[in-house]
């Protein structure tokens, strides 16, 4: 695990690369996650040696993941789409801490605001779907 501010960190293995002129695609297979897709830079993606085959580490801060409480056949614009069961609720005084818990072990955190968490009628033990962008994901390392 590195040391950052994101909250959700997932470590996995690169299985899949689709360069571009710009901005690569990379998919990483995360245990207990499943697949996780980000878009870097082909710069970045060459700087940091991912490839087929190589570790990395995603990272995503909570503010840039949507919770979708119900899911009855709808489809997203967003490449990452987590289902799960709903963990930990924290209501703060403007934002609510909203926990996922994934069927692999896994949780994924998100920040909504105290009016979405309620217009959700979220609640722990509820399903809900965690999404995020592949634009959202940062990738790293081992130094």
Known sequence: M??????NQF??????????????EIELDVLGVG?????VTHGSASSLGLREGAEATALIKASSVIVVAQDPGMRFSARNHLQ???KR?????VNTEVVIGLPG?????SIVTNESAENLGLVE????AALFKAS?????VAA
């Open 35 to 39: 697949a996780v897709v980000a878009i």
């Open 84 to 86: 799960g069961q709903v």
């Open 2 to 7: 590195l040391k950052s501010s994101a909250r």
């Open 89 to 93: 609720v924290q209501t703060g005084a």
């Open 136 to 140: 959202s994901v940062i990738l790293g």
């Open 105 to 109: 072990g896994a949780s994924v955190v």
């Open 125 to 128: 033990g509820m399903q809900a």
């Open 11 to 24: 470590s996995g293995k690169v299985t899949r690369v689709v360069p571009g002129a710009v901005n690569d």
